[in-house]
Structures are given as structure tokens and as C-alpha cells.
Nanobody
Framework: QVQLVESGGGLVQAGGSLRLSCTASGRTVSSYAMAWFRQAPGKEREFVAALSWSGLSTYYSDSVKGRFTISRDSAKNTVYLQMNSLKPEDTAVYYC??????????????????WGQGTQVTVSS
């Protein structure tokens, strides 16, 4: 079992950047496929980015492709989401998730086994 804790959220102006961190305890992040999802008020949770179990493949939603980058640092047992060129529509609670599956890609929330508590990202116009 793994516990996930997100950090790095906050308030930023449109066009700015933030880096979210997801630190795991219990097991190494290298044992899991990892992903970031987000949920805006009144909307369903949506896929943002994923990193395959091997760490060799990344996947992004069309809305963030070219602006966001998912990565991991196994030594720190942490997964990151670098968010650049932020837009007001990126405002949401961002969640880190882990899956034991080795299938790729994993874009659906119900494919993930463990979740963090979320971190708020607010982008002002």
C-alpha cells in the first residue's frame, strides 16, 4: 500500500507557472503507474497527465499538452507536475494517483488504486 501527499498548489496569475509535488510513502513510486487528475467545482474529475509504470512513457490530455510535464524522481519518491502557461480554466483541485497496473495508457480514474488528498490550484485572469 502507498500513501500519497500532494503539495505545491496556490494562487498564480494567468501565464504563470507552478510545480506540484506528490510524495509517496509506504512503497516506491517506481512500483506504480502515476497520474495527475483535477476536479473543478461542479465538474467531474478529469485526467491531466500520466506516467507509465516503466517511467518510459507519458500521456497528457489535449487541454494541457505542451504546457504541463509529468516526471518522477525515484530517489525522492516523488512525482511532479510542472505547469506552465497557466490559464484560468486550469483552476481546480489537483489529485495525485497511483496504479499497480502495467497497462498503458491509464487515463480513467477508476484504473487507479490510491489517491492523495488534493491540492488547490487557482489561476487568476
Amino acid at each position: 500500500q502507498v500513501q500519497l501527499v500532494e503539495s505545491g498548489g496556490g494562487l498564480v496569475q494567468a501565464g504563470g507557472s507552478l510545480r506540484l509535488s506528490c510524495t509517496a510513502s509506504g512503497r516506491t513510486v517506481s512500483s506504480y503507474a502515476m497520474a495527475w487528475f483535477r476536479q473543478a467545482p461542479g465538474k467531474e474529475r478529469e485526467f491531466v497527465a500520466a506516467l507509465s509504470w516503466s517511467g518510459l512513457s507519458t500521456y497528457y490530455s489535449d487541454s494541457v499538452k505542451g504546457r504541463f510535464t509529468i516526471s518522477r524522481d525515484s530517489a525522492k519518491n516523488t512525482v511532479y507536475l510542472q505547469m506552465n502557461s497557466l490559464k484560468p480554466e486550469d483552476t481546480a483541485v489537483y489529485y495525485c494517483a497511483a496504479s499497480l497496473s502495467t497497462r498503458v495508457p491509464l487515463r480513467k480514474a477508476d484504473e487507479y488504486d490510491y489517491w492523495g488528498q488534493g491540492t488547490q490550484v487557482t489561476v487568476s485572469s
